[in-house]
């Protein structure tokens, strides 16, 4: 199993960036998919979850309306659309998925400025 984040960066606050994890060794399809991201000197924290058919969505609070979550099951995708970045969306970025036990990728940094 292995997971590939992508699409992190430096912008400004009120930017957008689009997050991709690419999954191989598994079938993709069958799985639940999270995303985690930890803050500087925080705890990793959950941002958001999406059922394997792409229903079943939910979202931190402090998220909700500015990101979403989806995937593209066809090409053993995920994504996470960030719109409106705030300075406190600073983290590094995980893709989770829990197969036959937890599988974390290495991550993807995501640095916003005011």
């Known amino acids: 199993v292995q997971l590939v984040e992508s699409g992190g960066g430096s912008v400004q606050a009120g930017d957008s960036l689009r997050l991709s994890c690419v999954a191989a060794?598994?079938?993709?399809?069958?799985?639940?998919v999270r995303w985690y991201r930890r803050p500087p000197g925080k705890e990793r924290e959950f941002v958001a979850v999406?059922?394997?058919?792409?229903?079943?969505?939910e979202y931190t609070d402090s998220v909700k309306s500015r990101f979403t979550i989806s995937r593209d099951n066809a090409k053993s995708t995920a994504y996470l659309q960030m719109n409106n970045l705030r300075p406190e969306d600073t983290a590094v970025y995980y893709c989770?998925?829990?197969?036959?036990?937890?599988?974390w990728g290495k991550g993807t940094l995501v640095t916003v400025s005011a």
């Open positions: 060794g598994f079938t993709f399809s069958r799985y639940e």
């Open positions: 989770f998925i829990y197969v036959d036990r937890e599988y």
């Open positions: 999406i059922q394997s058919g792409g229903d079943g969505i």
